[in-house]
């Protein structure tokens, strides 16, 4: 399967996209948001429906658009034609339509059947590559694992299979568990375990329950016993009652026993039926004989009266009816053939005036040479007028086009914006930056300087406030000193306080806030100059715009300089396509004059006018032919009137062209008529001979056969067989009674002795014996009640005993009890079973296509390992590698890329080995990231030249070595 190319008619971003994908290895590059995951979607959506809820994939409907779907061209292997799969917004997964070239068109199940039935995830896990698949390798995993992973790769190319065996596990452990506690089988176990415990020590101290119940059960069996025997004599009361409603049946059966045991009589078969109809077949078939006699006397009589024509004369008139078709055929090709030549000459002489001949030239080359040549001519003319034509149109579209681009140039040249305008606009738009970056910077540096200088403040303060402090004390110290007239020290003390004061009044000079002051200054500055510019020049325009109105007046003047050369270059065509034209209409000419046609017929009439000169040179050949013929037909004809003519003479008829046929068919019907008429006279006579001699054959028959049955009972006459007819009946319906009264006693069972002791008993002795079986009946039912009121009292005895419920709950419970377990040990043994099953459809899969697989899969490994690994070994213990050194490794003992290489190669060998299967595209989503430069080339060489499948490489980097024919390059849409 290839797909020829891709329709999207909305998907996603993607609207109304069409790619041309027909190669056996295409590079689909794109830039992040480009549109490469949604395409890959589509492409599965195509195919195998859109994305449900429990997908978990977004369905990608597109926002802005109303057609949701598309279409893939897609060649398929068995198919000679391409086919076109449309799906498009419906249920759930989108209506598929799939169209052929002829018109006819299928469904989903068409398609299903011809992807052989594979769905979404199992193509994704086996024909698609991505990185997330290839980084599933290096998840920490250990031999085991790696190894299960590899095997799945090559043997099952997804782990649904795992999946399933992992989730039949965990429920395998939540039901049963050898020694577990929590699950459910145990904790049923446990609970069917403590009842049955209970159960025995409440049955300890119910002994007296135990005697009562097997007291019951003694009460029971007997009582069954009882109702046995009565049942067993309710059984011999229906039989006697039965033998005396059938006494008189068997009474009459015994006397018809004695009255048939003599000799049968014997009587023919439906003797008496058989009998009265020999006799009246006798009787009528006298009569008939007569009367066929009488008509056979007549017909005699009519046959002497006709005379028998000669059959030479009858055979010569009918040859000559079988000529009258051929004459007159003759007759009327004589009147065609004259009429067709009339007919050719008026159409010759119409066919020289439409091609200009005034005689007919019939050495004229009218070859299939002169024909294709002509044709090549006509052919080239029309090549160059539809060419002229297309030169006028295209020279007359530019020169409108530079009309409206000069009119545009001039437009736009009217609203450009002048050089000094636009270094002005440059500017405001400077100092409006720096004016705005000002603003932010003085807001920044304006919170830092308040808190700084609210430090500083509160260090200020707290110093005056310590240097206040200090003096205090030292004035205070001073002024005790001097009371106390200690004038140095007071004297020093007071010194030192009024330089503290001094040197607080020095220090506390506030700094003056020039900072802020400058920066408004700046800011006003700037305002001012902003206004300025904007009072003083024009500049209340956008610059941006002004750049694209300059921008787009240099496109212009450039687009019409490109017209210029082009309607330059045209004009020059146009001279040399009409000089051609001149070259042209001269060799048809010359063509005209060799064909000796009116010159003054148009070019393109000159094949039709070859055509025509051929119609003339057969229709001349035609005129010729039948001429010939004509004359044939004419000497045959004359023929026929001398030779017919003479013979007629004989007959008595005379002849006439127009006549002689149907006098001749006349005397024919007459003679034919009185020969048809003798015959049937004497097939009549015949026929009528033969009917009296089968009559009278008949008629002895039938008195034979009534002699026969008066023989077979040795009567003398009819009386005599009529009595014994009488005697055969009375004995069949002896016979027939006999036979329903044995088949109605058989059914009631009555047998021969059986029946030959009720014959000889009378009917009071059996109504005697059924009134004593009664009498016993009665006796039985009265112990019967009586043992069924025992058992009542044991009944209620046991209930009293069974009042508190406590054994019959136990019971219960246990009963109920067992029923769950046995049905989560069914389930436990179900789910064991499935699970067995997917073990071994595993291991038959792995052990059928896993040797297939390794085998492929060791030339491609060597390939894209560049021959450092030259083989693939699988056995017992798993996958190995071999190096081109001789040593075996493991898979985990790989690096990392050698290990996706691994992997990619065990993927392309099961596509390989499933070819049988699926045909189908690789799907490649940026798997090679991780690879350097050299291994993505090997790896992209080998899907290029070693695979047989077409290959959709999906990427965000682009590989300049593949070519662009091979590319297709995604563009994000800017809305």
């Keep these: ?252 059966w015994k006397q018809l026993e004695s009255k048939l045991d003599i000799e049968p009589v014997n009587f023919p078969e439906r003797g008496i039926e058989r009998y009265e109809s020999l006799r009246n077949h006798i009787k009528q078939s006298a009569r008939d004989i007569g009367l066929r006699q009488e008509k056979l006397k007549t017909l005699i009589d009519e046959i002497q009266h006709v005379e028998l024509p000669d059959k030479s004369v009858m055979e010569y008139l009918d040859r000559l009816q079988k000529e009258e078709p051929e004459i007159r055929q003759q007759n009327l090709e004589v009147v065609r053939l004259s009429n067709s030549i009339s007919n050719l000459e008026d159409s010759i002489l119409n066919n020289q005036r439409d091609i200009g001949w005034q005689e007919e030239h019939l050495d004229v080359d009218d070859s299939n040479i002169v024909r294709e040549t002509v044709q090549s001519l006509l052919s080239k003319y029309d090549e160059i007028m539809l060419e002229e034509q297309y030169l006028i149109r295209e020279i007359d579209h530019l020169n409108g086009d530079i009309k409206q681009l000069d009119a545009e140039i001039e437009a736009s ?139 787009e007046l240099k496109s212009l003047r450039a687009k019409r300089s490109s017209f210029e050369v082009k309607l330059g270059d045209l004009n020059e065509t146009l001279s040399v396509n009409e000089a051609n034209q001149d ?19 148009e070019a393109k009439y000159i094949v039709d006018a070859i055509f025509t000169i051929r119609d003339i040179k057969q229709k001349r050949r035609q005129i010729d032919k039948e001429k010939n013929q004509l004359n044939d037909i004419n000497n045959a004809l004359n023929d026929f009137d001398q030779r017919v003519s003479e013979e007629v003479s004989n007959l008595g008829i005379h002849y006439s062209k127009n006549a002689v046929f149907h006098e001749a068919n006349q005397l024919a019907n007459k003679l034919s008529a009185d020969e048809s008429k003798y015959y049937r006279l004497r097939e009549q006579a015949d026929l009528l001979e033969n ?125 109920m009890q067992e029923s769950v377990v046995q049905s989560l040990s069914e389930e436990f043994m179900s789910l064991t079973y499935i699970k067995i099953l997917i073990e071994t459809h595993i291991k038959a899969i792995k052990d059928e296509r896993l040797p297939i697989v390794i085998e492929e899969a060791r030339e491609t490994f060597e390939f894209v390992t560049k021959g450092r690994y030259i083989n693939v070994i699988y056995n017992e213990e798993g996958i190995f590698v071999k190096h081109k050194n001789g040593q075996i490794f493991h898979p985990l ?27 189908l595209p690789i799907i490649i989503d940026d798997a090679f990231v991780h690879f350097d430069s050299e291994r993505t080339k090997t790896i992209l060489d080998y899907f290029r030249t070693k695979t047989n499948d077409q290959v959709l490489y999906f990427t965000c980097n682009l590989n300049t070595s593949i070519p662009s024919a091979q590319t297709i390059r995604l563009k994000e849409k800017n809305k």
Excluded: C
């Design 1 to 252: 399967m290839k797909i020829l190319s891709v329709n999207i008619y909305g998907y996603g971003k993607l609207i109304k996209q069409e790619y041309n994908t027909n190669q056996d290895f295409l590079q689909v590059f794109g830039e992040n948001e480009a549109g490469k995951s949604t395409m890959m979607s589509f492409i599965h959506s195509v195919l195998f429906g859109f994305p449900t809820k429990k997908e978990q994939e977004p369905r990608r409907e597109p926002r802005m658009h109303n057609l949701y779907g598309g279409k893939l061209t897609v060649q398929f292997n068995d198919e000679e034609e391409p086919v076109e799969i449309e799906r498009l917004k419906g249920k759930v997964q989108g209506d598929v339509k799939v169209y052929f070239k002829d018109g006819t068109m299928r469904g989903e199940e068409w398609l299903a059947k011809k992807l052989n039935y594979i769905d979404k995830r199992t193509y994704r896990s086996i024909f698609s590559f991505d990185v997330l698949g290839l980084q599933d390798i290096h998840k920490n995993m250990t031999e085991d694992k790696l190894q299960e992973y590899l095997l799945r790769a090559g043997a099952l190319g997804s782990h649904e299979y795992d999946e399933m065996l992992g989730a039949i596990d965990k429920e395998l452990k939540t039901l049963y568990k050898r020694n577990g506690i929590n699950p459910t089988i145990n904790v049923e176990l446990e609970h069917l375990k403590e009842l049955n415990e209970k159960i025995r020590s409440v049955e300890k101290q119910e002994d007296r329950y135990k005697y009562l119940v097997g007291e019951q059960v003694k009460t029971l069996e007997n009582l069954n016993a009882k109702k046995h025997a009565l049942n067993q004599l309710d059984m011999v009361r229906k039989q006697k009652m039965k033998e005396v409603m059938y006494h008189k049946d068997i009474k009459d």
């Design 413 to 551: 040249e009217s609203i450009q914006i002048d050089d000094q305008r636009m270094a002005k606009k440059r500017e405001l738009l400077d100092k409006e930056f720096e004016l705005v970056e000002k603003k932010r910077m003085y807001q920044l540096i304006e919170k830092d300087y308040e808190r700084e200088k609210r430090e500083r403040d509160r260090v200020k303060n707290w110093q005056a406030a310590l240097i206040i402090a200090i003096s205090l004390v030292a004035i205070i110290i001073g002024v005790t000193f001097i009371i106390n007239h200690s004038y140095l020290y007071g004297g020093l003390s007071l010194a030192i306080g009024a330089a503290a004061l001094f040197i607080l009044v020095i220090t506390n000079n506030r700094e003056q806030d020039t900072l802020k002051t400058d920066y408004q200054d700046e800011v006003m500055n700037l305002q001012q100059d902003i206004e300025s510019l904007k009072q003083n020049y024009d500049i209340a325009f956008d610059i941006e715009e002004a750049k694209d109105l300059r921008q």
């Design 583 to 601: 070259h042209l209409n001269t060799q048809l000419l010359s063509v005209k004059n060799d064909l000796k046609v009116n010159p003054d017929i």
């Design 691 to 815: 009917e009296i001699s089968v009559l009278e054959e008949r008629n002895r028959t039938s008195q034979r056969e009534l002699n026969e049955l008066l023989d077979y009972v040795e009567a003398d006459d009819e009386e005599e067989y009529y009595y014994y007819a009488r005697k055969h009946e009375e004995y069949t319906a002896d016979v027939n009674r006999f036979k329903v009264l044995s088949e109605k006693l058989d059914e009631e069972h009555f047998d021969y002795d059986l029946r030959n002791d009720l014959s000889n008993r009378l009917l009071a002795d059996l109504k005697n014996d059924e009134d004593e079986i009664n009498q016993q009946i009665d006796v039985v039912s009265e112990q019967i009640q009586s043992e069924q009121q025992t058992l009542v009292e044991l009944n209620n005895e046991i209930k009293v005993l069974e009042s508190d419920g406590k054994l019959s709950e136990l019971n219960h419970l246990y009963g």
């Design 893 to 919: 003992e790989l690096s990392q890329s050698t290990k996706e290489m691994l992997y990619i190669s065990l993927r392309l060998s099961l596509i390989r080995a499933l070819k049988g299967y699926y045909q």
